[in-house]
T-cell receptor, first 114, second 115 residues
Framework: ELKVEQNPLFLSMQEGKNYTIYCNYS?????LYWYRQDPGKSLESLFV?????AVKQEGRLMASLDTKARLSTLHITAAVHDLSATYFC??????????????FGTGTLLAVQP | DAGVIQSPRHEVTEMGQEVTLRCKPI?????LFWYRQTMMRGLELLIY????????DSGMPEDRFSAKMPNASFSTLKIQPSEPRDSAVYFC?????????????FGPGTRLTVL
């Protein structure tokens, strides 16, 4: 059974601090997506990581992918309140395979405190 | 582009009633996905279509749920009869495989409450 696990599930951090969210998955995949969901809102795409070693950065967020370890990280630098949201990882569709990889991680609820 | 459009945004109904949720994907997108989100179960894929054809409906919880995509610009998710445990936010998303990635673009969701 395919599993996509995120940790932590909940993260309360102070403004200005750094932290990392982890996404582990149990099957091979050459790509990984990160999405953000604000409270009561829909999901929006943050990053698309398309190969082993891929690193993407936007503002205070940086995402990376290690396909050999089946691990992606979302690093937060000098957090600000506006980053408070729930963050999800997802493997996307399985190109040509039989496995449905459209499983979202459990989500990490990030609360940035002043 | 207007993005993925869903209607209604909110639906309150009584147990046993039929509920129809609607989705208009982004023009040109060839994949359409229906998800359900609850606190207990998180975000679950119900079904997805490619070029209007259902590809995987293994996430549809039971026969009370059905989905159709009669053309490239419209899809429905129907629940008949509805039950209180169907209360959730239902998201529709679409994606395009012609680019480097197939990022999913989500609609605003329909919040369904079954009394």
């Amino acid at each position: 059974e395919l599993k996509v696990e995120q940790n932590p599930l909940f993260l309360s951090m102070q403004e200005g601090k750094n932290y990392t969210i982890y996404c582990n998955y149990s099957t091979t995949s050459d790509r990984l997506y990160w999405y953000r969901q604000d409270p009561g809102k829909s999901l929006e795409s943050l990053f698309v990581l398309l190969s082993n070693g891929a690193v993407k950065q936007e503002g205070r967020l940086m995402a990376s992918l290690d396909t050999k370890a089946r691990l992606s990280t979302l690093h937060i630098t000098a957090a600000v309140h506006d980053l408070s949201a729930t963050y999800f990882c997802n493997l996307g569709r399985d190109y040509g395979g039989a496995t449905n990889k459209l499983i979202f991680g459990t989500g990490t609820l990030l609360a940035v405190q002043p | 582009d207007a993005g993925v459009i869903q209607s209604p945004r909110h639906e309150v109904t009584e147990m046993g009633q039929e509920v129809t949720l609607r989705c208009k994907p982004i023009s040109g997108h060839d994949y359409l996905f229906w998800y359900r989100q609850t606190m207990m179960r998180g975000l679950e894929l119900l079904i997805y279509f490619n070029n209007n054809v259902p590809i995987d409906d293994s996430g549809m919880p039971e026969d009370r749920f059905s989905a159709k995509m009669p053309n490239a610009s419209f899809s429905t998710l129907k629940i008949q009869p509805s039950e209180p445990r169907d209360s959730a936010v239902y998201f529709c998303a679409s994606s395009f495989t012609g680019g480097l990635s197939d990022t999913q673009y989500f609609g605003p969701g329909t919040r369904l409450t079954v009394l």
